[in-house]
């Protein structure tokens, strides 16, 4: 069974597994733009971390899906001991970002597409999935009553 990485990699699922200490230095790597790369592909994430000092070679990180959960390992002293290391922390939240990034992207092509649609299709479109889902049609009559109560 192949789980995507995204599904188990969450910010808080993070910070208890690494502890609050090594997860504030991770996310100031990421926040000061250390992470040079980072891609997920097929349950794992690879990414290079740009090193704080100069003359050091760039950390490459690895995390992938085992049975057990999550593995990791990076060229850093404490990731070669399979320990996860700020570097990680770093390399997992940049990916949390650019997939937040594409969503909002997603929400807006999304957004402008629904502008350009004549309202009776509009209307029929979600008249048909709340007939597919009767919790989307809860959504939907709740999302209709909070307007109406505004006009
Ligand atoms: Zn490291």
Redesign the pocket.
């Known amino acids: 069974m192949q789980r995507g990485i995204a599904n188990i990699l969450h910010r808080d699922t993070i910070a208890v597994i690494v502890g609050s200490k090594t997860f504030e230095r991770g996310e100031a790597c990421f926040t000061a733009k250390r992470v040079q790369s980072v891609e997920a592909a097929r349950g794992e994430l690879r990414g290079v971390?740009r090193p704080n000092e100069g003359g050091r070679a760039p950390?490459i990180?690895r995390i992938w899906v085992r049975e057990e959960g999550l593995a990791y390992e990076?060229?850093?002293?404490?990731?070669v001991t399979r320990q996860f290391?700020?570097?990680?922390v770093a390399i997992a939240l940049a990916h949390l970002e650019n997939q937040r990034i594409e969503i909002e992207r997603g929400i807006g092509v999304l957004r402008e597409a629904l502008a350009a649609i004549a309202p009776p299709a509009l209307i029929e479109g979600l008249v048909g999935l709340a007939r597919r889902d009767p919790e989307m049609s809860d959504t939907l009559k709740r999302m209709c009553l909070d307007v109406l109560s505004k006009q």
């Open positions: 971390v950390y990180v990076c060229t850093c002293p404490i990731g290391c700020k570097h990680t």
